[in-house]
T-cell receptor
Framework: DTGVSQDPRHKITKRGQNVTFRCDPI?????LYWYRQTLGQGPEFLTY????????KSRLLSDRFSAERPKGSFSTLEIQRTEQGDSAMYLC???????????FGSGTRLTVV | GNSVTQMEGPVTLSEEAFLTINCTYT??????LFWYVQYPGEGLQLLLK?????DKGSNKGFEATYRKETTSFHLEKGSVQVSDSAVYFC???????????FGTGTRLKVLA
């Protein structure tokens, strides 16, 4: 297992376009998390899945954001009608238990122009 | 609300110097505490953790002790190396939630 994979690594999009990111967690991890990190800040929680169920969702996740994990394996994060303020690094992480600590992917850097 | 405060960086040290990066937290109950490290061009990696008061987490020569009386979890290393240059994030997780709250990160630069 090579860890948590995220695709793409970089995405440049025009304002108003939709974008979708993919995350493949470590195969035996049933917990999956999305975070957003802007320059000079720590990661901010977006949403959490246990298997295919989305159990927690931050108020940061506006109606333009949606995340899925249809079969409890990979997950997608979609942003509709992107805005310049959406420019950030989007991080995916997975874990086996709550206290074990996360394994993070390398992230998808989104630039909205 | 719950929060984590870290000392601002960058912290610049010479090789073999002693390192302390301060982290204090505000949380209800008894959170679990973590240090993550982000090397240039890489994702965040768990460095160490502590889940209850007076626990000491340690890894790769780094240590941090969970101090409930001072609500602190300071990161220390006795002798830093150039390869320790990275951004260090302190984080907490309160019981009953799944999310971690991260500090803003502290950049460490170690000079040869």
């Amino acid at each position: 297992d090579t860890g948590v994979s995220q695709d793409p690594r970089h995405k440049i999009t025009k304002r108003g376009q939709n974008v979708t990111f993919r995350c493949d967690p470590i195969s035996e991890h049933n917990r999956l998390y999305w975070y957003r990190q802007t320059l000079g800040q720590g990661p901010e929680f977006l949403t959490y899945f246990q298997n295919e169920a989305q159990l927690e969702k931050s108020r940061l996740l506006s109606d333009r954001f949606s995340a899925e994990r249809p079969k409890g394996s990979f997950s997608t994060l979609e942003i509709q009608r992107t805005e310049q303020g959406d420019s950030a690094m989007y991080l995916c992480a997975s874990s086996q238990t709550e206290n074990y600590g996360y394994t993070f992917g390398s992230g998808t850097r989104l630039t909205v122009v | 609300g719950n929060s984590v405060t870290q000392m601002e960086g960058p912290v610049t040290l010479s090789e073999e110097a002693f390192l302390t990066i301060n982290c204090t937290y505000t949380a209800t109950g008894y959170p679990s505490l973590f240090w993550y490290v982000q090397y240039p061009g890489e994702g965040l990696q768990l460095l160490l953790k502590a889940t209850k008061a007076d626990d000491k987490g340690s890894n790769k020569g780094f240590e941090a002790t969970y101090r409930k009386e001072t609500t602190s979890f300071h990161l220390e290393k006795g002798s830093v190396q150039v390869s320790d240059s990275a951004v260090y994030f302190c984080a907490l997780r309160t019981s009953g939630t799944y999310k971690y709250i991260f500090g803003t990160g502290t950049r460490l630069k170690v000079l040869a």
